[in-house]
């Protein structure tokens, strides 16, 4: 697996969202874990895999 972090475009498309919704679940934080790198955010695909898992469970 490759240790290269998503972009908010790129966890969209990978769960079928838009980019305003990321936005719209960080604010409240309910979405995948993000973290900010210089001016933009930046998503671990193993954790946003994590998050879809525990949604599922839930």
């Known amino acids: 697996m490759s240790d290269r972090l998503w ?10 969202v ?3 919704t990321l ?3 960080r604010k ?10 210089g001016r933009h955010l930046r998503y671990n695909p193993t ?3 994590a998050w879809v898992d525990q949604r ?3």
């Open 56 to 58: 599922e469970a839930a």
């Open 7 to 16: 972009s908010a475009e790129e966890v969209a498309d990978f769960l079928g």
């Open 18 to 20: 838009t980019v305003e």
């Open 28 to 37: 409240r934080r309910s979405g995948p874990p993000a973290a900010r790198v």
């Open 23 to 25: 936005y719209h679940w």
């Open 47 to 49: 954790k946003v895999r």
